[in-house]
T-cell receptor, first 116, second 118 residues
Framework: AQSVTQPDIHITVSEGASLELRCNYS??????LFWYVQSPGQGLQLLLKYFSGDTLVQGIKGFEAEFKRSQSSFNLRKPSVHWSDSAEYFCAVGARSGGSNYQLTFGKGTLLTVNP | DTAVSQTPKYLVTQMGNDKSIKCEQN?????MYWYKQDSKKFLKIMFS???????INETVPNRFSPKSPDKAHLNLHINSLELGDSAVYFC?????????????????FGPGTRLTVT
């Protein structure tokens, strides 16, 4: 079965600093990988996704992520964070759930706090 | 225009009651999902459903049942509510169409329904 590990439960950075959120996955086949962001009291918004091709993917809000197969990682990065980036970030791996259905398995999330 | 909507946003009810949460998507997707997010923010799939298949997470009690009147809706019915059912429930949808030869599976989430069982 697939699994996702986000080693950092809570990260605090200063506004303008660079950011890297870690994500490691376990899946027997080529993974479909996603990063979602959840602001307080809100639903999940897709930041970016990796299916195939270029291992460096660009997303919304200035985020990017790099897929490294050898390390089973899909870390999220941003060169300069803004206080509005404070939120919970979830990494997810997509896998078949049976038949033609496909489902996401999420990590436990990393809470990002950006100090102004 | 809201892509995936849920009603109600908040639901407070007593143990033993039966309740429903509605979900609608206007994205033209043919697969919909229900997730449960517990107090520690952990997201767990409950169901995935399209017009052909219902996939149930084996850990979901049979008190929970999804019902889909049409492709745009997937409602969640919960019978005999228990304290442990208190959580935020998210509906999501995804396309299962090929785009440029690549099947895409990104999911789009609704705003969530916070269920509190007292």
């Amino acid at each position: 079965a697939q699994s996702v590990t986000q080693p950092d439960i809570h990260i605090t950075v200063s506004e303008g600093a660079s950011l890297e959120l870690r994500c490691n996955y376990s899946y027997g086949a080529t993974p479909y990988l996603f990063w979602y962001v959840q602001s307080p009291g809100q639903g999940l918004q897709l930041l970016l996704k990796y299916f195939s091709g270029d291992t460096l993917v660009q997303g919304i809000k200035g985020f990017e992520a790099e897929f490294k197969r050898s390390q089973s990682s899909f870390n999220l990065r941003k060169p300069s964070v803004h206080w509005s980036d404070s939120a919970e970030y979830f990494c997810a791996v997509g896998a078949r759930s049976g038949g033609s259905n496909y489902q996401l398995t999420f990590g436990k999330g990393t809470l990002l706090t950006v100090n102004p | 225009d809201t892509a995936v909507s849920q009603t109600p946003k908040y639901l407070v009810t007593q143990m033993g009651n039966d309740k429903s949460i509605k979900c609608e998507q206007n994205l033209g997707h043919d697969t919909m999902y229900w997730y449960k997010q517990d107090s520690k923010k952990f997201l767990k799939i409950m169901f995935s459903y399209n017009n052909k298949e219902l996939i149930i997470n084996e850990t979901v009690p049979n008190r929970f049942s999804p019902k889909s009147p049409d492709k745009a809706h997937l409602n969640l019915h919960i019978n005999s509510l228990e304290l442990g059912d208190s959580a935020v429930y998210f509906c999501a949808s995804s396309p299962s169409l090929r785009r440029g030869g690549l099947r895409t599976y990104e999911q789009y989430f609704g705003p969530g329904t916070r269920l509190t069982v007292t």
